[in-house]
Nanobody, 124 residues
Framework: QVQLVESGGGLVQAGGSLRLSCAASGRAFSDYTMAWFRQAPGKEREFVTTMTSTGGTTYYADSVKGRFTISRDNAKNTVSLQMNSLKPEDTAVYYC?????????????????WGQGTQVTVSS
């Protein structure tokens, strides 16, 4: 079992920045691929970014590439999402997620554990 708790969401103007954090507890954090997903009102949960267990490989959705950066600290059991140049269309609830193996790294159904989510609102 892994428990995930996100923090760092809030209200920001377009062009601004936010940093989300996800603290993990439970089974060895370093065994898990970590990801961030987001869900806007009336829309399906969508992939944002993921990082492999060792931090060696990252993937980003095209919509955030060049603006968002995922990082992790396996010694502190944390994963972060630095979001720059935010746009109103980035407004959503952001979720931290963890998976061990199997399935597509881009699909929410492949992730076993989820945080409760943190709201990010970008005003125009």
């Amino acid at each position: 079992q892994v428990q995930l708790v996100e923090s760092g969401g809030g209200l920001v103007q377009a062009g601004g920045s936010l940093r989300l954090s996800c603290a993990a507890s439970g089974r060895a954090f370093s065994d898990y691929t970590m990801a961030w997903f987001r869900q806007a009102p009336g829309k399906e949960r969508e992939f944002v970014t993921t990082m492999t267990s060792t931090g060696g490989t990252t993937y980003y959705a095209d919509s955030v590439k060049g603006r968002f950066t995922i990082s992790r600290d396996n010694a502190k059991n944390t994963v972060s999402l630095q979001m720059n140049s935010l746009k109103p269309e980035d407004t959503a609830v952001y979720y931290c997620a963890a998976r061990y193996t199997g399935g597509s790294r881009f699909a929410p159904t492949s992730y076993y554990y989820w945080g409760q989510g943190t709201q990010v609102t970008v005003s125009s």
